[in-house]
């Protein structure tokens, strides 16, 4: 019996410590300084983020790759040129379906891509099938994380059961 409690008890310690040293890569969506969506990172994974342009009341979407624990930029496509949108940018740029595509753009972000919506840009983040609608005129940050298990869990749960 005696050993029965031990071997619990050192098997429980063991999982305690595993859960709270074992770090996991995480893409987190943080609002105004406090995390609002939390999932779990992939390498090569994409996601973009699209928005009405305020001046020309078209949507614009940029999309990025997740590499190395980074955010890269790759491409970003929209409906007509204005001011200040460079003519090159990136490999290729061509038109398809309406939209003016440019791709091959390689430029690191970093670990983390901030972002401000407007009051009529309807911001909207896709990642991994989950389209987010952000909150308007509001500060975002997505960025990548490297919590505990524990502390990943218990993010997650805090942020579901907002």
Do not use: C
């Not at 029965?4 to 609002?31: E, H, S, W």
């Amino acid at each position: 019996m005696k050993w029965k409690v031990i071997t619990i008890a050192t098997v429980t310690l063991f999982i305690g410590i595993f859960f709270t040293v074992v770090k996991v890569p995480l893409l987190v969506i943080d609002r105004e300084g406090e995390t609002e969506h939390l999932f779990r990172y992939r390498e090569d994974a994409e996601f973009s983020v699209r928005w009405t342009h305020s001046v020309e009341k078209e949507d614009w979407e940029e999309m990025f790759v997740l590499e190395d624990g980074v955010i890269e930029l790759t491409a970003t496509r929209f409906k007509t040129f204005g001011a200040g949108v460079p003519n090159d940018a990136g490999e290729d740029t061509f038109l398809k379906d309406g939209w003016v595509y440019m791709t091959g753009i390689t430029q690191t972000i970093g670990k983390e891509l901030a972002l401000r919506t407007g009051r009529e840009t309807s911001h909207r983040v896709i990642y991994d099938r989950h389209h987010l609608d952000l909150k308007k005129n509001q500060s975002y940050r997505i960025r990548v994380a490297h919590f505990s298990i524990w502390k990943g869990i218990k993010t997650y749960i805090s942020v579901k059961l907002r």
